[in-house]
């Protein structure tokens, strides 16, 4: 998430904003050609309360696996953990093998409920003592407590409400802890800041269980009272038609989306249709730019992670390429020494003159911030909380005037000719060029440290022997950052929530099947191997 997100004295928890809609009879949530008001959403929620009550054991943590798209039953389910003061537990259906089952164990599932589609995902694995339910066999279930009224077990907003496991992009995914008043405060937040009522629809196309959907899609609805639309998948395709079918006035993104909208084939008619906010993190400016003028509508990006522990704001006088304006006691500080890095200084081309002293690891020097921590992994804990401070690892720097640029992951220092390099700078220069879709910058090995290396998506029109010409019209480009080899790729490895895999880019160095081409003296060659 981003944004200011100071803790409150007193928290939210998604119990009150669930209890106050009890009443509510306008349109709570649409999906499969069915909408519920948000009274009977609740009602909805009360039964799965009574069975998770039934089916989960005292003693035991009360978490409930789930391996769903966004289906009407996901939604129906955090409500019932709210009330019933049960946990969900957000599974990646794109996990196989002992990949997932370690998820499952790791989370303390005491019941798994997966869409008939991925029950075969389950068929093989060692999940002895865990109940595995189908939609079909829940529902018999839950039948036994059709008209439970609602009966709110006591929460405060630090009390855990959903596990969601990180995206996996530097090794195994960690469970990220989601507190009642994590996902509260955002909805509550973002539903004032963009003026969201009851007269709205907020479509959510983002996968359920990354903490994007739930805390910039789903609670937000919840908190504004908008109706909930829900996609099973995202679709690029189906992005123009669902808006206008559902009436959708908001809706949210991590990632790439934006860009795979784009690609679909304009019509005259596209800023036709009644979306007004689009709310989200990592999309490029190229693209927000474009996506806000071709479907007439306001684009925030922000800056964040699965964790909350910083948060940056971007204002309207946001220099381009800046994230935005870290909030108070957030800081650049030097991994090595944890002293503060020096401030940014750039030539009249915009280029960083000093990014070896600049760059660093962004830092909330006044405690964890919305970090609730793991579970079950005191080691990444203690990894993120250092002399009672979060580290994020992110890499930035900042300007005089306290903006901050993203330079990458920690896993993403380069160190080139002796200095070290973030990757994002040189992504963002590489997404100018008009005919680069994609650009997914990382280190292979050099005779002396790393070489930098882009895996690029690309139209039909272009030429990557003209790349030279292009990198050398880019005055801010430092001699370092001019990526060695340039990798031509017909998609970038992803995760299920558009976050490129660089590890398995990496893996493979330059001896790859796709054609890639060294830089030469003066221009990029096709290099046989």
Partial sequence: MSSAMSRPEVMPTVTELLLARADDDRPGLRADGREWTWAEHVRHSAEHAALLRELLPEGEPPH??????????????LGGAA????????????????????????????????????????????????????PETWQRELGRHAGAAPDPA???????????????????????????????????????????????????????????????????GLAAGAALALRPKFSASGFLPD?????????????????????????????????????????????????????????????????????????????????????????????????????????ESGRLLNGDAAIGELVNTTGPGW??????????????????????????????????????????WLRVGGENLGTAPIERILLRHPHIHEAAVYAVPAEVGDAVMAAITTTADFEPASLGNFLVAQADLGPKQWPSYVRLVSELPRTSTHKVLKRELAAGGIRTPDPVWRRGDESYQLIDL
Wanted: net charge negative; charged share 20%; hydrophobic share 40%.
């Fill in 371 to 412: 970090f609730a921590g793991y579970y079950g992994a005191p080691e990444a804990d203690a990894e993120r909380m250092r002399e009672g401070m979060y580290w994020s690892g992110d890499l930035g720097y900042l300007d005089a005037d306290g903006f901050c640029y993203f330079a990458g992951r920690s896993s993403d």
């Fill in 64 to 77: 409930i696996g789930v391996l769903l798209d966004n289906v009407p039953e996901f939604s129906f389910l």
């Fill in 154 to 220: 006591p929460t405060s907003g630090d009390d855990l409400l959903v596990l969601v496991f990180t995206s996996g992009t530097g090794g195994d995914p960690k469970a990220v802890r989601c507190t009642h008043a994590k996902i509260a405060f955002p909805g509550r937040m973002l539903a004032e800041r963009f003026g969201l009522g009851g007269q709205d629809v907020a479509y959510i196309s983002m996968p359920m269980f990354h903490s994007n959907a739930l805390m910039a899609g789903w609670s937000v």
């Fill in 243 to 347: 808006v206008r079918r559902f009436g959708a006035t908001y809706a949210n993104y991590v990632g790439t989306p934006l860009s795979y909208v784009l690609a679909t084939p304009p019509e005259p008619d596209d800023a036709d249709n009644p979306l007004r906010i689009v709310y989200g993190n990592e999309g490029n400016q190229r693209d927000i730019t474009r996506f806000a003028e071709r479907f007439g509508c306001h684009v925030v990006d922000g800056f964040g992670s699965s964790e909350g522990g910083i948060a940056v704001t971007r204002t309207p006088d946001t220099p381009a390429g800046a994230l935005g304006k870290v909030a108070d006691g957030v800081a650049v500080l030097d991994p090595d020494t944890g002293k503060p890095c020096a401030t940014a200084e750039f030539d």
């Fill in 83 to 134: 009330l019933s003061g049960s946990v969900v537990v957000g599974l990646n259906p794109t996990r196989r093998g002992a990949a997932l089952e370690r998820d499952i164990r790791l989370a303390d599932c005491r019941i798994v409920l997966a869409d008939a589609s991925y029950a075969h995902l389950l068929a093989e694995l060692d999940l002895d003592g865990i109940q595995v339910f189908t």
